[in-house]
């Protein structure tokens, strides 16, 4: 597979990754233009391995065919990992325990989270996130709300007085 970029995109990821080789991260497979296009702006997939948390590539954002892979121990830093970010658009569980993928999906800070799939859109459910990370919800009912401002009006009709207030007929 190869990507295609705007010019200020492609400069901007190639930043990315030249920056993550130059913290200590290792490039494993991808990070250049392929060889046999010599126009436009396309980048291989790349996999990044021997990431620290501190690191920008981990910290921020790339939007490009970039993947930072890190290890885990124990479930605890998994989420801890997953968490400790200003982002929280999307994650994945990949698991055949379906208790962990349930109690994983209740601990990401993630708008969307994805069990054992590889990030299916559907126009009926919510999308967005959480954090610095897809304000608001776009698709479905949920879509609608950015263009709503909902107000309660509520009108009381008989002639009887109600709680402390005095007879409609005496105001």
């Known amino acids: ?32 233009r392929p060889e046999h296009l010599k126009k436009g ?4 997939p790349t996999i990044i391995t021997d990431v620290t948390t501190s690191m920008q590539i981990w910290r921020e ?18 989420i801890e990992l997953a968490n400790d970010t200003h982002y ?14 349930e ?8 708008g969307i ?5 590889s990030q299916p859109c559907f126009c009926q459910a919510p999308w967005g996130g959480n954090k610095r990370s897809g304000f608001g919800r776009e698709l ?8 709503l401002s909902v107000k309660q009006v509520t009108q009381y009709i008989s002639n009887e007085p109600w ?5 409609p007929s005496k105001l």
């Not at 994650?91 to 993928?101: H, Q």
Request: with cysteine.
């Open 88 to 101: 929280g658009l999307g994650a994945a569980v990949l698991s055949n325990d379906l208790e962990r993928c």
């Open 113 to 117: 989270v994805w069990i054992n799939c």
């Open 41 to 44: 702006f396309f980048l291989e």
């Open 163 to 167: 709680g402390w207030y005095k007879s």
């Open 1 to 32: 597979m190869i990507i295609s970029f705007s010019l200020l995109q492609y400069e901007k990821i190639l930043k990315f990754i030249s920056m993550a080789k130059s913290e200590g991260a290792t490039i494993l497979c991808g990070g250049d």
């Open 103 to 110: 109690r994983l999906t209740k601990a990401f800070q993630a």
């Open 140 to 147: 479905g009912e949920w879509g609608l709300d950015n263009y």
């Open 61 to 78: 954002e790339v939007f490009g065919p970039v993947l930072c892979v890190k290890t885990f121990s124990t479930e605890e830093e998994a």
